[in-house]
């Protein structure tokens, strides 16, 4: 097997789309998802293994070994955070009695730098490292109390936004226009039982997820959000492409339609990004580029896919093509590839909803892979709504 996508969380788009588009690049792709995943619904997987509803650590070590033991892949794609939060355990040696030397082995090459796991994953520790590198980032105060966030506030100027280090889909951000509201986000992010949760947690083995990590008080800026989603091997940027949010579901979420492009200057950044965390594989780094026409500002990494990873064969840029020949050996020289024009293109699902679309643009449609259609349409029938893109996380 060449690639094992492992998925936890349901609402992923941008794993659900790799089978295809790695199948079209002539790689086989197996999948570790629960049954009920969107990624277990595409018709181009070569095997799919079950993962258990158990959130268990061993449990899911378990599984994962059994797919790994199955058809050994040359490399593992995690779909979500949580994905990538358990295969970072592994590699560090969590469940050694049940992850082998040879499955560690693949994990491990799956990922960076150990060294800089945190960084890849959490936002108080991406901002840090892109500092070093002489990133644009906001002004942002990692604090630990209301107290140390009120400072803070009054230093930045009012509105700032208050930031747990782990998250994702615009979850765990809150927009704080004075103290008041910012006092009501600390509380909300440290509610309290928090030490009889994380006993539970411990016992029932599901205290790899981090429940309570930093918080951030962080600066507003004006601006578009954007993201460079790339692909890298050991370190390296083999390619990517832009995308301008154009609309999104709410405010801090996910887009249902961008501008596809090129920027170089965000490019360099995740350049840089991807050398300093020693990357391999699919990732995303999001950023907000200024209305005053100020350099792009990183604020966040995504270590694992996105919507928008299948796009770039739309735009000169096969991703997925270009993984293919770094997996089988042909290590290509030179600079990265990186898209020849621009393309508007409503995302899935969000292409569903006709009220969403683009005069001119790509509705981004699955229409190979039906199964992924009827997922996104059973689920919208079980909420009792006619607008799938709203569903969409």
Known sequence: MDILVFAIEDGRFGP????????????????????????????????QHVLPRSRHIRSIAKALAAAIKAAPPKLIIPGDEQAVILLQAFAKGR?????????????????????????????????????????????????????EAHRAGERMGYPVYLKQSFSWAGLGVAKCDDAKALRAACK??????????????????????????????QSGIAGSTAMVSVLAWQGRLIGGLCAVRLAKIHPYGPSTSVRLGHDRSMADAAGKMVAALGLTGFASFDFMVPDDGS?????????????????????????????ARVLNGEIQAGEP????????????????????????????????DPGLIRHVANRTSAKGTDRPARLAA
């Open 16 to 47: 659900a789309r790799f089978p295809q588009m790695l199948h079209n690049a002539g790689l086989s792709v197996a999948a570790l998802c629960p049954s009920d995943n969107i990624l277990a619904q595409s018709a181009f997987l070569d095997a």
């Open 95 to 147: 469940c050694a009695s049940l992850i082998g030397p040879e499955a560690k082995a693949v994990i491990a090459a799956s990922l960076g730098d150990p060294r800089m796991f945190a960084a890849s994953l959490f936002k108080s520790d991406t901002i840090a490292l892109a500092r070093t590198l002489g990133i644009s980032v906001p002004q942002s105060v990692t604090v630990a109390s209301v107290g």
């Open 188 to 217: 909300a992010a440290r509610p309290r039982g928090m030490m009889v949760r994380r006993l539970v947690r411990r016992v029932l083995g599901r205290d790899w997820y981090p429940a309570v990590t930093a918080m951030d008080v």
């Open 295 to 323: 350099e792009p500002v990183l604020i966040e990494c995504n270590p694992r896919p996105v919507p928008v990873h299948h796009l770039g064969r739309h735009i000169g840029v096969d991703l997925a093509a270009a993984f």
């Open 337 to 368: 590839q990186f898209p020849d024009r621009n393309l508007d293109v409503v995302l899935f699902p969000h292409a569903l909803d006709r009220a969403l679309h683009l005069e001119g643009g790509l509705l981004d449609m699955p229409d190979e």
